[in-house]
C-alpha cells in the first residue's frame, strides 16, 4: 500500500488535538534480574555507560534522552518494546546487526509502513526485551 492510501485509512481526519504539550519523551528503564549479563550485552553494542550509580544502575545517552538499566524485578523485561530512531536505515541495519552479533535475534529489515514509512529492524534481546530500530525511510 502507498503513503497516501495508508494515511487515508488509519489516520483521523481531522487529526485530534494533542491534550498536553509534549517535547519528547526521555528515556526507558528496564528492569533485570540478570542485571550483570544484561550490562555487558547492552555494553557490547552500544559502548560503556554513560552514568553508574552503586551496583544497580547503568544509563546510557540515547539521542536527548536515556536507557536505564536497574537491577531487579522480577525476570526481566516481557511485554515491553524499545524503540531506537536512527538517522538513516544503513544506521538502524548497523544497530539492529550489533545487537544481534552480541547474542539478541531478529528477523532481516524491512521497509513498512509505521506511521510513516520506516526502515523497521526489531531484535529480541537475550533477556525477552523487544527493541524496534526504525528510521525514516523515503523508498517505502
Known amino acids: 500500500m502507498d503513503y497516501e492510501t495508508y ?3 488509519y489516520f483521523t481526519d481531522p487529526q485530534p488535538a494533542p491534550q498536553f504539550e509534549f517535547t519528547g519523551t526521555f528515556g526507558v528503564t528496564l528492569y533485570y534480574e540478570e542485571f550483570d549479563q544484561a550490562v555487558d550485552y547492552y555494553r557490547r553494542v552500544l559502548g560503556p555507560p554513560a552514568y553508574v550509580e552503586g551496583e544497580g544502575t547503568r544509563g ?9 538499566l536497574l537491577r531487579g524485578g522480577k525476570g526481566s523485561p516481557r511485554n515491553t518494546e524499545v524503540t531506537f530512531v536512527m538517522h538513516t536505515p544503513e544506521e538502524a541495519d548497523r544497530l539492529q546487526a550489533a545487537f544481534i552479533a552480541a547474542g539478541g535475534e531478529g528477523p532481516e529489515p ?3 509502513l509505521m506511521y ?3 526502515r523497521y529492524c526489531p531484535v529480541r534481546d537475550p533477556f525477552g526485551a ?3 530500530i526504525i528510521s525514516p525511510n523515503s523508498a517505502s
Open 130 to 132: 523487544d527493541l524496534l
Open 110 to 112: 524491512m521497509d513498512t
Open 60 to 68: 546510557w545517552s540515547i539521542g536527548p534522552g536515556w536507557l536505564t
Open 116 to 118: 510513516e514509512p520506516v
Open 7 to 9: 494515511r487515508k485509512s
